[in-house]
């Protein structure tokens, strides 16, 4: 069992930069690996980063690709997913999710989430 908890969502302008922090409870974090996704108001809760138990690997969806980029630090059961050169578009709720090995870009493929964290970009 894994709880969840995402932070560090809020307004920002465009180009800005946030961080936002997933804290996991449950003695076996270090050995899920890590999904970020993404909802706006009125679309479907989409794909945007992951990363392997190890850290030694990770994905980006293309709209994302070398502005955002997602890292873990299994001794303080934390992810990370930080985001530059920010852009309205951008603007959604943001969730992290943990499944048992497997990198995947589908939602039903994890198993845990967390409540999700309010990302605003104002043009």
């Known amino acids: 069992q894994v709880q969840l908890v995402e932070s560090g969502g809020g307004l920002v302008q465009a180009g800005g930069s946030l961080r936002l922090s997933c804290a996991a409870s449950?003695?076996?974090?270090?050995?899920?690996?890590m999904g970020w996704f993404r909802q706006a108001p009125g679309k479907e809760r989409e794909f945007v980063a992951a990363?392997?138990?190890?850290?030694?690997?990770?994905y980006y969806a293309n709209s994302v690709k070398g502005r955002f980029t997602t890292s873990r630090d299994n001794a303080k059961n934390t992810v990370y997913l930080q985001m530059n050169s920010l852009k309205p578009d951008d603007t959604a709720v943001y969730y992290c999710?943990?499944?048992?090995?497997?990198?995947?870009?589908?939602?039903?493929?994890?198993?845990?989430w967390g409540q999700g964290t309010q990302v605003t970009v104002s043009s």
């Open positions: 449950g003695r076996s974090f270090s050995t899920y690996d």
């Open positions: 999710a943990a499944r048992p090995r497997g990198l995947s870009i589908k939602t039903l493929k994890y198993d845990y």
């Open positions: 990363i392997t138990w190890s850290a030694g690997s990770t």
